[in-house]
């Protein structure tokens, strides 16, 4: 655990939802990964949905494996190798299938927050010689427009305020902690890069500040 991460760490007290989240559908979902719960989340007030995936039975006094993941439907779905984000889902899903309470929450949060087609207008831009934070900022966002308050009101909900957490990126930390999170300890999250993704992570690292140690 880094330094910075160490210093932010705060002791849970009782959940407090500031979310008014629609009835909760939830259903048995078998996987190749393995087998979960699947839960719908739609906040009535801003109509954010997220699903969430959870194995055993996750406890408010013990530690729970999480994965925040953000929707990513060209790694996710199309297998894309421009990301890792494929690869990182499948990892979550693997290693919080095994655990012995495990959460995953799926975001509806594409290219970082700014939605499918600007992605793939940043794509274009990326082709033509920026780079992913670039391309971004040169549409007109910031480099990332992420905000943690939904994952972390599902978290509540489901009784994992205690975590251990799948990433690499020291910001989401920071943003489950200030929503009333307590990330007992961070586990990295590392894909070994390829050819295609290695210039890509080099600016999660310099850019983004992830903490990658294989880039």
Request: glycine share 8%; hydrophobic share 35%.
């Amino acid at each position: 655990m880094t330094k910075a991460i160490k210093k932010s760490l705060k002791q849970p007290g009782s959940p407090k939802y500031s979310m008014n989240f629609d009835k909760v559908p939830r259903a048995k979902m078998p996987t190749r990964l393995g087998n979960f719960t699947i839960y719908g989340f739609r906040d009535l007030d801003s109509g954010e949905e997220a699903v969430a995936l959870v194995a055993g039975t996750p406890n408010p006094d013990a530690a729970v494996l999480v994965r925040i993941h953000s929707q990513c439907l060209t790694g996710d779905v199309f297998s894309s190798k421009r990301c890792d984000c494929g690869e990182q889902l499948e990892a979550a899903m693997s290693l919080i299938s095994k655990a012995k309470a495990g959460v995953l929450v799926y975001q509806q949060k594409e290219g970082r927050g700014i939605g499918l087609i600007n992605k793939i207008h940043a794509y274009e831009l990326q082709d033509k010689g920026r780079d992913t934070v670039a391309a971004n900022t040169e549409l007109g966002f910031e480099a990332d427009l992420r905000d943690y308050r939904m994952p972390a009101e599902i978290l509540k909900y489901l009784g994992a305020v205690r975590i251990h957490l799948l990433s690499n990126n020291p910001e989401k930390v920071q943003g489950l902690e200030q929503e009333g999170i307590f990330i007992e300890k961070r586990i990295p999250l590392e894909i070994a890069p390829s050819s295609l993704t290695r210039n890509y992570l080099k600016i999660k690292k310099e850019k983004l500040g992830h903490i990658l140690s294989k880039v």
